[in-house]
């Protein structure tokens, strides 16, 4: 079966660095767009990044330039490099992936059951 399982969350302070690790199993491959989406506790979901299955990808204006989304096909592991880490990037970190859609709104066939990052000032 499909599953995407997270990894590499933590607690770090304020300007630190984590990486997060989404590897997949089952049918998920390279053709699918794959996303890191977060929430934050009484917030809704917002969509951080995704990559395509082409390597292009996109970045909430809340990160870019802060974070860095990747994939090896190889490894069918997805990683979002997070960089300059502030407070507000604290959450509930979640792989998903589609085999059709990028965008959260639009809805993914496929979640992880996430990890926590937390970042203190």
């Known amino acids: 079966q499909a599953q995407l399982v997270e990894s590499g969350g933590g607690s770090v302070q304020a300007g630190g660095s984590l990486r997060l690790s989404c590897t997949a199993s089952?049918?998920?491959?390279?053709?699918?767009?794959m996303a890191w989406v977060r929430q934050a506790p009484g917030k809704e979901r917002d969509e951080v990044a995704f990559?395509?299955?082409?390597?292009?990808?996109n970045y909430a204006d809340s990160v870019k330039g802060r974070f860095t989304i990747s994939r090896d096909n190889d490894k069918n592991t997805l990683y979002l490099q997070m960089n300059d880490l502030k407070p507000e990037d604290t959450a509930m970190y979640y792989c998903?992936?589609?085999?059709?859609?990028?965008?959260?709104?639009?809805?993914?066939?496929?979640w992880g059951q996430g990890t926590q990052v937390t970042v203190s000032s």
């Open positions: 998903a992936a589609d085999r059709w859609n990028c965008y959260y709104q639009h809805g993914f066939q496929y």
């Open positions: 089952g049918w998920i491959d390279s053709k699918y767009c």
């Open positions: 990559i395509n299955s082409d390597g292009g990808s």
